[in-house]
């Protein structure tokens, strides 16, 4: 239902019937952030902000499984503790350096941002993410971020919290991005915005659950090598045709940016 035109653009619906300025395309870019659109786990740069840029035995052996928001909350505890405060956090995360090619993907969204809905899903925290994405100058382009909730306490502490509660069994306990995905176009579509195409940009394994919900019409961009990827292709060889969308892995995003400039090419 969230298809306007599937299969057909809709200048091509409307050309010579007397419409001179169609409603051009509109897709939906849903990226990642960690590992996507920077080429580090931000969880993991923010250790550098520690005295001695490494965390104690005992916190390490503190994750398991199923809660790594639970363990970045004792992580943050840990640092603010050890004196980390917000423009320590800022530095870090404002230096995180992007992935290859993320610039030159921007700067090709940015020209042509009347035709795409941009977000951005991500289980790493608002405030980090905000930091980096207005440091790179691109955080305008986003309509929308979804990240677990941060903010700094009267102690100057960086806290975290839960994004959402669900009950995804494939999807760590704070954050399902497919849930997210589902409710998102949901609500898109209430506001009769309807997308003639989703792009998915991502890299882990919390990615491939969003990414299995694509229809034919879809893209899905994963990292190459990456938990994304691997998961796709595992797919593919256990349930041939199962994964619907079109897959098209990247190492550099101006691969990215290459097949979007050339589906803009073929619309009529």
Same mark, same amino acid.
């Given at each position: ?18 419409? *001179? ?22 969880? $993991? ?7 001695? !840029?490494?965390? @104690? ?7 398991? !499984? ?32 992007? +992935? ?49 909730? +941060? ?15 669900? /009950?995804?069994? $494939?999807? @760590? ?12 176009? *949901?609500?898109? *579509? !209430? ?11 991502? $890299? ?22 990456? @938990? ?9 060889? /256990? ?5 619907? *969308? ?5 190492? +550099? ?16």
């Amino acid at each position: 239902m969230r298809r306007c035109c599937e299969g057909v653009g809709l200048p091509c619906l409307f050309k010579g019937v007397g419409m *001179a300025n169609p409603r051009p395309p509109r897709y939906l870019l849903v990226f990642d952030f960690d590992e996507t659109i920077v080429d580090e786990n931000s969880d $993991d740069s923010v250790v550098r902000a520690a005295p001695r !840029q490494a965390l @104690p035995e005992h916190l390490r052996q503190s994750l398991h !499984q199923g809660s790594y928001n639970e363990y970045m909350q004792r992580v943050l505890l840990f640092l603010g503790d050890e004196g980390v405060r917000l423009g320590d956090f800022k530095a870090i995360y404002e230096n995180i350096p992007l +992935s290859p090619g993320m610039p030159e993907l921007f700067q090709f969204l940015s020209k042509n941002h009347e035709l795409f809905e941009i977000i951005l899903i991500s289980d790493a925290n608002m405030f980090g993410i905000e930091a980096k994405l207005r440091a790179a100058g691109i955080h305008s382009l986003f309509r929308k971020i979804f990240s677990n909730p +941060s903010s700094f306490d009267k102690r100057g502490y960086l806290t975290l919290g839960p994004y959402h509660s669900h /009950k995804c069994l $494939d999807c @760590p306990s704070n954050m399902c991005k497919r849930k997210i995905l589902t409710e998102y176009l *949901a609500e898109r *579509a !209430q506001e009769e915005v309807e997308f003639e195409r989703v792009f998915y940009v991502g $890299d882990g394994a919390n990615d491939f659950c969003p990414s299995v919900t694509l229809t034919s019409a879809d893209v899905a961009f994963p990292r190459k090598c990456y @938990p994304m990827h691997r998961m796709i292709q595992e797919m593919e060889k /256990k349930q041939p045709g199962a994964f619907q *969308a079109t897959v098209v892995p990247w190492e +550099s995003a101006t691969e990215v940016a290459r097949y979007l400039q050339e589906l803009l090419k073929k619309k009529c």
